[in-house]
């Protein structure tokens, strides 16, 4: 069971299990560091033939073998990328390597293992109660810890800090329980992810050189021995992770390994993303069912996002993030929902119609290079508009090449005309242009299963393919607001 962060949910608690430390040594129990943990349950995977780190599209021959040699290897790595490549996705799905449960110490802060205790006051429960200490069982998805870096970040934030309660109590300053523990040392035994590493300000980067390396912790001057377990994993900006960024190269030389991420390189891979990451699973409501994007349509957004990425007019140090296809498609979708409430629909199913409304909803995730002062600037969508007429004329020659569409042509030899619109209904489409010639044989060639050839997918076939003849120059067009005619 997963949720949507990627992190494996916790079922029930399994029973039985042993409670005690006495019942946890009869069982047969052995500590394992995470390390370890994570090495041995990745090689049983690629062993039995199993993907990995499942649902990370694109990486299988690239990031992915990287990865897996860095946790073999026992290496903290770290992951450098544009934005929206699927980073912090990566990271939060390692969780699924480790061993699915584990037992800790009941009322431990650091996750302590029953059969290896590193604090004071673990050493002091066991030499109190001793076979009778109490053991509890930590889900795999409650290993897992994280921080998004910012410049406000401070070292009790990720370390911890002197606790003036426990000094009031009489501790004192060195007293290693006088300590309130920061995020890192409470994710001991898991996983912890500092996102954005180049953002945290260069002391609290110092503040990770012993955590790396020495395993222990300083706090306001006192050093506290914890040897840590656990596996560090950072992301970043590979224009901010260099000497001239804003990463100190003793943190740099703490990390073992290095791995390069990027946008999917195939086309089948973007599309595939798409369909895994869009909320395209809607729950049908009043006089309309659960919507249809034709895979032509899914086509067009993925070669529009790459077109985006290659444009000249785009920031190429800010990427395009896979976040802009997968809202390009559910802003498609939406619009075919509502188009369906308006017009009484029985089904929506997406069309070419619906693609204009993908400009100016994903204007925002686009950093435009030498862009003008006036954020209104009319230059940007118009260049977003054009790379969308590129998308839909390459998809048009991918999937209509050597179709003959001289029939649907010959409609409008007479000077008639053809009108749409986001709000034109599938029937009063088709209506317009009576028997379409070679309509199964278009069909086919988008990808409509025999059973599913409805008036809707009809509709959003037939206006594919008069886009992509007016786009070929073999047809006329003219837009007006919502509304678009074709023909003379």
Same mark, same amino acid.
Request: aromatic share 4%; net charge negative; charged share 25%.
């Given at each position: 069971?997963?949720?949507?962060?990627?992190?494996?949910?916790?079922?029930?608690?399994?029973?039985?299990?042993?409670?005690?430390?006495?019942?946890?040594?009869?069982?047969?129990?052995?500590?394992?560091?995470?390390?370890?943990?994570?090495?041995?349950?990745?090689?049983?995977?690629?062993?039995?033939?199993?993907?990995?780190?499942?649902?990370?599209?694109?990486?299988?021959?690239?990031?992915?073998?990287?990865?897996?040699?860095?946790?073999?290897?026992?290496?903290?790595?770290?992951?450098?990328?544009?934005?929206?490549?699927?980073?912090?996705?990566?990271?939060?799905?390692?969780?699924?390597?480790?061993?699915?449960?584990?037992?800790?110490?009941?009322?431990?802060?650091?996750?302590?293992?029953?059969?290896?205790?590193?604090?004071?006051?673990?050493?002091?429960?066991?030499?109190?109660?001793?076979?009778?200490?109490?053991?509890?069982?930590?889900?795999?998805?409650?290993?897992?810890?994280?921080?998004?870096?910012?410049?406000?970040?401070?070292?009790?934030?990720?370390?911890?800090?002197?606790?003036?309660?426990?000094?009031?109590?009489?501790?004192?300053?060195?007293?290693?329980?006088?300590?309130?523990?920061?995020?890192?040392?409470?994710?001991?035994?898991?996983?912890?992810?500092?996102?954005?590493?180049?953002?945290?300000?260069?002391?609290?980067?110092?503040?990770?050189?012993?955590?790396?390396?020495?395993?222990?912790?300083?706090?306001?001057?006192?050093?506290?021995?914890?040897?840590?377990?656990?596996?560090?994993?950072?992301?970043?900006?590979?224009?901010?992770?260099?000497?001239?960024?804003?990463?100190?190269?003793?943190?740099?030389?703490?990390?073992?390994?290095?791995?390069?991420?990027?946008?999917?390189?195939?086309?089948?891979?973007?599309?595939?993303? *798409?369909?895994?990451?869009?909320?395209?699973?809607?729950?049908?409501?009043?006089?309309?069912?659960?919507?249809?994007?034709?895979?032509?349509?899914?086509?067009?957004?993925?070669?529009?996002?790459?077109?985006?990425?290659?444009?000249?007019?785009?920031?190429?140090?800010?990427? *395009?993030?896979?976040?802009?296809?997968?809202?390009?498609?559910?802003? *498609?979708?939406?619009?075919?929902?509502?188009?369906?409430?308006?017009?009484?629909?029985?089904?929506?199913?997406?069309?070419?119609?619906?693609?204009?409304?993908?400009?100016?909803?994903?204007?925002?995730?686009?950093?435009?290079?030498?862009?003008?002062?006036?954020?209104?600037?009319?230059?940007?969508?118009?260049?977003?508009?054009?790379?969308?007429?590129?998308?839909?004329?390459?998809?048009?020659?991918?999937?209509?090449?050597?179709?003959?569409?001289?029939?649907?042509?010959?409609?409008?030899?007479?000077?008639?005309?053809?009108?749409?619109?986001?709000?034109?209904?599938?029937?009063?489409?088709?209506?317009?242009?009576?028997?379409?010639?070679?309509?199964?044989?278009?069909?086919?060639?988008?990808?409509?299963?025999?059973?599913?050839?409805?008036?809707?997918?009809?509709?959003?076939?037939?206006?594919?393919?008069?886009?992509?003849?007016?786009?070929?120059?073999?047809?006329?067009?003219?837009?007006?607001?919502?509304?678009?005619?074709?023909?003379?």
């Amino acid at each position: 069971m997963t949720d949507t962060s990627g992190v494996t949910a916790a079922p029930a608690t399994p029973s039985p299990t042993p409670t005690t430390l006495g019942e946890l040594r009869a069982d047969g129990a052995a500590y394992r560091p995470v390390k370890a943990e994570l090495r041995a349950n990745l090689l049983a995977r690629l062993g039995r033939g199993h993907p990995s780190l499942p649902g990370m599209v694109g990486f299988e021959d690239t990031v992915l073998p990287e990865v897996e040699r860095a946790i073999i290897a026992g290496h903290d790595l770290v992951l450098l990328g544009e934005r929206g490549q699927g980073k912090t996705r990566l990271i939060r799905t390692l969780v699924g390597l480790l061993d699915e449960w584990t037992p800790v110490l009941v009322g431990s802060e650091l996750n302590e293992h029953p059969l290896h205790p590193i604090s004071v006051w673990a050493h002091r429960q066991i030499a109190e109660h001793g076979d009778a200490t109490p053991v509890g069982w930590l889900h795999r998805s409650d290993r897992f810890g994280e921080k998004l870096a910012t410049p406000d970040t401070s070292v009790g934030d990720l370390i911890g800090d002197v606790d003036p309660i426990k000094v009031a109590e009489g501790r004192t300053l060195g007293d290693p329980e006088t300590v309130h523990y920061g995020l890192v040392p409470r994710t001991n035994r898991g996983i912890f992810s500092v996102n954005e590493l180049p953002d945290l300000a260069e002391r609290i980067q110092v503040a990770l050189l012993n955590v790396l390396e020495e395993r222990d912790i300083q706090i306001r001057g006192h050093r506290v021995r914890l040897p840590l377990d656990l596996l560090l994993v950072a992301s970043a900006n590979p224009e901010d992770y260099t000497n001239r960024g804003r990463i100190i190269t003793p943190l740099k030389d703490r990390f073992g390994a290095e791995v390069r991420t990027h946008y999917p390189i195939e086309l089948e891979d973007e599309i595939r993303l *798409v369909h895994q990451e869009s909320q395209t699973s809607w729950t049908g409501g009043g006089t309309f069912g659960m919507p249809v994007v034709p895979e032509h349509l899914v086509e067009i957004i993925a070669r529009f996002t790459r077109l985006v990425r290659e444009s000249s007019h785009v920031d190429q140090r800010s990427g *395009v993030s896979a976040r802009f296809a997968i809202a390009g498609l559910e802003t *498609v979708t939406a619009s075919a929902v509502r188009r369906a409430a308006i017009a009484g629909e029985s089904r929506p199913v997406a069309r070419v119609v619906d693609l204009p409304a993908v400009v100016p909803a994903s204007r925002g995730k686009v950093e435009f290079a030498d862009s003008g002062a006036d954020p209104d600037d009319e230059r940007e969508l118009e260049v977003l508009e054009h790379l969308l007429r590129q998308a839909t004329a390459q998809t048009f020659r991918a999937r209509c090449a050597g179709l003959d569409l001289t029939g649907l042509q010959e409609h409008f030899t007479g000077g008639e005309t053809v009108e749409s619109g986001e709000l034109v209904p599938a029937p009063a489409l088709l209506g317009q242009l009576g028997t379409i010639p070679k309509l199964a044989e278009l069909l086919g060639r988008l990808g409509v299963p025999e059973g599913e050839q409805s008036a809707e997918q009809a509709a959003a076939a037939v206006e594919f393919a008069l886009e992509g003849l007016y786009l070929t120059r073999r047809l006329a067009k003219d837009t007006d607001g919502t509304r678009t005619v074709y023909g003379a």
